[in-house]
């Protein structure tokens, strides 16, 4: 049978998980082109990458299994490969955490060896090459890269967050000066502790930065700046419930419901955390039933709660912050900033209006470092393929221009309100239709349900 010819754009955990299960069936043989920009992140993708030795998981060891059917499967390869890996494991039981370097190890081999233990059946072939554009042609999809032309029966969109934007947090004013401002995603050079830091942003992002200062030995002064000044709750072990929520017309009521459960949760002796456990598989019906407004006003006023209370961190990770707020090593500052300049003594003077005030404050810091979190507005991507995609139609943004919009299969819809056949999303990129996809867990239901909607038995061309 000839082979059906596959592109997976993206080689993080959403495109790595894909090839794994295409690979992995039987029915339909496969050639793989698996395309990646950036070489550190192979087999890793933006989070796991092998720089990340200090910064944990932020979910524990049971439940980040790559395979749904198996959830020991993390566990047991950890205690395979334990000899390996000792120097920098925190702890290997199933509520432990470990580095995300260490899952990115668990990725790139459980690949290699899928990839060893198919040959014959499929090929597979890693294309080290930024893919600028997709065009759809009478076999398939023309895909344009920086390495070359080639045509494929079927495509995935695996490319991920778009990186923060340097000058998102900038006044206009400020945007065009030369200012001392690192990008938390780009890794940390070493600070020396007579420098002043102020960190914009104050979710994981930011927490991955105090964890890398601290291994650092950075012991300065610190300001973590942002809207609401939330900073992400810890994670909890609690006693599991099944209080669910059902489908909600508007915010308020989604929010009324959720603080019911939750008293009724304490009330049984487990805790609010377990109902965002269970809520998962609910959340794009929840997400898809609110109209545009309802969508926006939850943007508006919730987003920030939601965020710290369903994206949690390690208690450890927690600790370290609220001991640095505890000593006044860390300020936290709530509000936004209004102009920033060079000052004297290669300074930078920031102003903000703190929140819910008319005030002007003024400081001097030595660094700033960009913690605001990935682009959600796909419109302002700057990315070439991305771009390409929407301004021809064949792709078009959800709600809010956050994502593309997609069918129940991840193909994308394109501008005539029709399916794109053969071109599909994973990921983050469909954030606008189901609002939780960023994580393992749907990430790892969309990478399994892939093969069936893609290759019905007896596709091969
Ligand atoms: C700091 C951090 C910590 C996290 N911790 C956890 C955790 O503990 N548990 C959890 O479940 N989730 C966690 N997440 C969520 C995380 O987003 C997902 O688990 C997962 O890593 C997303 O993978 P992805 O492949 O979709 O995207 P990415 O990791 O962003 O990978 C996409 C890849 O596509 C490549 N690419 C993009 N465009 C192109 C192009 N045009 N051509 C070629 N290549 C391209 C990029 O270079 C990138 O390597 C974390 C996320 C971050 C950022």
Redesign the pocket.
Known sequence: MALTKIAI???????TLTAINLLRQQHTPVSIDL????PA?LNR????RENNVH?P???PISR?SLFSQEPNHFYQWLHENENRLKACIYGAEMEDYVP?KIFGDYLTDIFQKTVAACSGNHELEVIV????SITPSNEGYILA?TSKITTYHQVIL????VPPQRAIFLPPNSRNLELPIIHSWEGLPKIDSSKQVLIVGSG??MV?TIIELDKQGYHGTIRVLSRHGLIPLPEIPEPHNHLTLGPKESTYELLKAFRELAKEAEAQGSGWRTIFHNIRPEIPTLWQTLSDDEKQCFMRHLQPFWEIHRHRVPAFSHQLVQNLIETGSLQLLKGRITNIINGNDEKTIVNYRPRHTQASVTFETDLIINCTGPVTDLTRSG?P?LEQLLQSGYATTGTLQMGLNTNVNGELINSNGNTQRGLFA???LRKGNLWET????E?RQQAEALPMAMLPVGIGV
């Open positions: 754009i993206g080689s993080g955990l959403s495109g395309y990646e920009q950036e992140q993708g933006a989070a796991y910064q998981l932020n979910v980040m995300r090459a930024k893919v600028l890269s695996a490319s991920g967050n994981l992002s991955d990315d393929m994973i990921g983050s960023t994580a393992l867990r990430i």
